[in-house]
């Protein structure tokens, strides 16, 4: 029983991603279709915002984690 359940696995994992595919999508627009835009100029993904969130945060782990440490270190000397 646990054979069959193997085969049928492995023929799973090997036809469904063929039955899977799908149609490939449309071409990306090409520069000036949909807007007047000089090449370059198009912007991005905001990344000061969320750089700074995630620096912060990690700083106010680390901080947390030296001030337990501290706290636990001061607890041994004192027992």
């Known amino acids: 029983m646990k054979k069959i359940a193997s085969i ?4 799973a994992m090997m ?3 063929l039955m899977s595919i799908g149609q490939v999508p449309p071409p990306p627009n090409q520069h000036g279709e949909t807007t007047n835009q ?3 100029t198009q912007g991005g993904a905001p990344l000061g915002g969320g750089m700074a969130m995630l620096l912060a ?3 106010a782990y680390g901080g947390k984690r030296y001030y337990d440490y501290r706290k636990k270190l001061k607890s041994r000397i004192e027992d």
């Open 8 to 11: 049928i696995a492995v023929f």
């Open 15 to 17: 036809v469904l991603p």
């Open 38 to 40: 000089a090449p370059g």
């Open 57 to 59: 945060m990690g700083a």
